[in-house]
């Protein structure tokens, strides 16, 4: 065999192997193509309606969740008395002799207990030093100052000003002593 | 969807669905996937809305064609054995009927080409896709569609044929050596 007609021969041969023989009719092909499209087209819209719906709860529930009538109620302040509040430390029965050392112990323990807890309801204030009442001297002293005439009170106050030097006290001179002691002799 | 726009995506169709259809064939052999693959290449196309101010309607729906072609036969590759050669190696008069000549003659034609389509299957794909396109399309076109250049699209037409050659020439020394 020559080698043009097996070249003929297999391009024939080739044009049969790509010839797919009858082709489907075209407008079969466009009403199935628009129709798949159609129903994906649809498929894609309900997707997107059902998608949107869980977003729509999930953000519902978010809000809700949200809400502060929803949170767990806060526990409510109420303000407590300035005084110590007793505490009650339970030490149990006391023991006898054999027991006394571990009771002993038991109620130093409540002890220390019930001042902890009385140091911890004592209420904070807000100046130091904590405020208290004056002493009947300052009390003196300040009614001194209010009434006092001002030369007494610069007096007083130069005085204050030398009160750690020494007080000179000038020699007593009682002449009836004197001469009541001149008598007795 | 515009009633313009289903009027210029059904010309596209008309235009190009035996091309389109032909270029799934030669990658899959096989009437029914050929046919699932254009469809498929044509609905993508749609979906994009691509056919309009196309430049190269033809290369563009051979580009998909093939895409859509060649994913159908990877999955059918690890679904079970290869679509092609379904029908190769059965005696079909009625593909090779020609009223020039006699019934000896087309049982000897047929049989002889049912045996190359044969050799055709067993040729690499790499280079029986571009044979197989070669019919229907130039060297410019299959490049196009398969996304690879011109030149090798020449290099590997050409090592198809001529290893299609040495296998026709084995297979025909094999025969004469039978006879």
Known sequence: MRGDDRDERMDAALRSYADPGEIPETRVVVARVMGSARSSELQRKALWVWGAAGLAAMLAVGVVWMMPSSRVPEIAWTPKAPGVARVEVPLGEPRVDAESASVRSRAAVGARGMRTAAAKQLPKLDSFPTPRPLSPEEEALVSFARQAPPGVKKAVIEDQQHWDQPIIVADLRDPSLQAGGHQDQ | ?179
């Open chain 2, 1 to 179: 969807m515009r009633p313009e726009d289903e009027a210029a995506f059904t010309g596209l169709v008309e235009r190009q669905w035996r091309f389109a259809y032909r270029v799934a064939w030669a990658v899959l052999r096989n009437r029914q996937d050929a046919e699932d693959a254009a469809q498929e290449a044509f609905l993508k196309i749609l979906r994009a809305r691509a056919w309009q101010g196309l430049r190269d309607e033809k290369a563009f729906v051979a580009r998909i064609s093939w895409r859509a072609a060649v994913d159908r036969l990877r999955d059918s590759h690890s679904r079970r054995s290869p679509l092609r050669g379904q029908s190769g190696g059965e005696f079909e008069p009625e593909e090779v009927a020609d009223p020039t000549l006699g019934p000896e003659e087309i049982v000897v034609k047929a049989s002889w080409e049912a045996a190359v389509h044969h050799l055709i299957d067993s040729l690499p794909e790499e280079l029986r896709q571009p044979l197989a396109l070669s019919v229907e399309m130039n060297s410019r076109e299959i490049a196009a569609a398969m996304g690879i250049t011109e030149g090798t699209v020449r290099t590997r037409l050409m090592r198809a044929r001529a290893m299609l050659r040495e296998k026709i020439g084995a297979m025909e020394e094999r025969r004469y050596a039978w006879r």
